[in-house]
């Protein structure tokens, strides 16, 4: 496609669920990131990936966040027993090669935590 | 660590009034400036950057900001808005890889 493409566009799930957020980059872009934006707040950077290796996790929030991207195309972010606290927008974003590439951002996933 | 602050939350124009808004970012090494918008349902999309060189960039749609290390800002301008610039603005830094975001500046242009 021609840009970041990012599904489901919203995802209603109840407290202590597990859920799925998918990213899928611009095609030859081999940095990708995820960012969460909460309501009034700018982007907050949660992982980056250069290729198939998570480069920078540093801002997972916690080990109930985690995410992969195994043949460093699509990226899939998993959270586990989901909080209320967790609702926000998820962002995703890739870069041709990382560094201080423009990052092109997809349209992002609002999740609703019940 | 960065961080960036911007110095208005919520702003409101008439069409064909001047805008700036305010950012400023704290990381005193060598650093990249940006400024995305982004409209009513519509993801976010990079207005401009500021690498190196010039420290007035000109971007789409008419905007421009400035780079003004000694201040550590990079405010953002446009002489004369339209009702389309309706959106909210972030300006964000990053120095390796990973951006950090301003709060955002929501700008409302009344016709």
């Known amino acids: 496609g021609a840009g970041v493409s990012q599904t489901p566009s919203n995802k209603v799930t109840e407290k202590g669920k597990y859920v799925e957020l998918r990213c899928d980059p611009i095609?030859?872009?081999?940095?990708l990131y995820w960012y969460r934006q909460s309501l009034g707040q700018g982007p907050e950077f949660l992982i980056y990936?250069?290729?198939?290796?998570?480069?920078?996790d540093s801002g997972l929030p916690n080990d109930r966040f985690f995410a992969v991207r195994p043949e460093g195309s699509v990226s899939t972010l998993k959270i586990q027993r989901t909080e209320r606290g967790d609702s926000a927008v998820y962002l995703c974003?890739?870069?041709?090669?990382?560094?201080?590439?423009?990052?092109?951002f997809g349209p992002g996933t609002r999740l609703t935590v019940l | 660590a960065q961080s960036v602050s911007q110095h208005n939350h919520h702003v409101i124009l008439s069409e064909a009034a001047s805008l700036e808004l305010g950012c400023n970012y704290s990381y005193g090494g060598t650093v990249n400036l940006f400024w995305y918008v982004q409209y009513p349902g519509q993801h976010l999309q990079l207005l401009l950057k500021?690498?190196?060189?010039?420290?007035l960039v000109k971007g789409i749609k008419g905007f421009e900001a400035e780079f003004i290390k000694s201040k550590f800002s990079f405010n953002l301008r446009k002489p004369s808005v339209q009702w389309s610039d309706t959106a909210e603005y972030f300006c964000?830094?990053?120095?390796?890889?990973?951006?950090?975001f301003g709060a955002g500046t929501t700008v409302t242009v009344r016709a």
């Open positions: 990936f250069q290729g198939t290796g998570a480069a920078d």
């Open positions: 500021y690498f190196s060189g010039d420290p």
């Open positions: 964000a830094s990053n120095h390796d890889y990973k951006l950090s």
């Open positions: 974003a890739s870069s041709l090669s990382g560094g201080g590439d423009e990052q092109f």
């Open positions: 095609s030859g872009h081999t940095a």
